[in-house]
């Protein structure tokens, strides 16, 4: 499973907000605390933003129960995003209109969105072995769980029997 390394709840949505996105195609998201009165009927207002990596291509932005790729990430949005918890997203693939706050994700529809939801970025997940199963067998019981967790991370089912890979830990 692939860690998730930012993730805020939706505490508030600007009346303005649906219209704004079937319009350009884009989220303002905003720390509840911290959005200018002039942005605030334009934002989705958040709390509790927990960020413990930097935002990069690649990563999965989840909103309101959707999952959407992350195609490029302009130069201040890890900034933004823990000073201000603020980032703009756009889901485009146009990216040659990157802005200096803002990423970029597939270009898929934007979910309806309530108070409540959360919004997290994951690390990308290697797949390379999405499909395939793993058994093992081991004598020290802490490398089997590390063996087990980087199988799973690349996309590996742990089965008990026979399976496609098979680990042996002395």
Do not use: W
């Not at 989705?44 to 291509?57: C, E, Q, R, Y």
């Not at 742990?158 to 680990?167: M, P, R, W």
């Amino acid at each position: 499973m692939a860690k998730k390394y930012y993730s805020t709840k939706i505490v508030g949505i600007g009346g303005e907000v649906a219209k704004f996105t079937s319009l350009v195609k884009m989220l303002v998201i905003f720390d509840d605390s911290m959005v200018l009165p002039e942005l605030r009927d334009f934002s989705v207002l958040h709390s509790g933003n927990k960020i413990t990596d930097v935002i990069k291509p690649g990563d999965v932005l989840q909103i309101a129960g959707s999952e959407f790729k992350i195609l490029s990430v302009g130069n201040e949005v890890n900034n933004n995003i823990k000073s201000l918890g603020h980032i703009v997203i756009k889901f485009n693939d146009d990216r040659d209109d990157l802005l200096e706050g803002s990423i970029h994700v597939e270009d898929k529809p934007i979910p309806k969105i309530r108070i409540g939801d959360e919004i997290s970025i994951v690390e990308a997940g290697s797949e390379i072995l999405a499909g395939k199963t793993a058994s093992f067998t081991c004598g020290d019981e802490a490398l089997c769980k590390k063996v087990a967790q980087i199988l799973q991370n690349n996309g590996a089912q742990i089965v008990d029997g026979e399976a496609d890979i098979v680990v042996k830990v002395k």
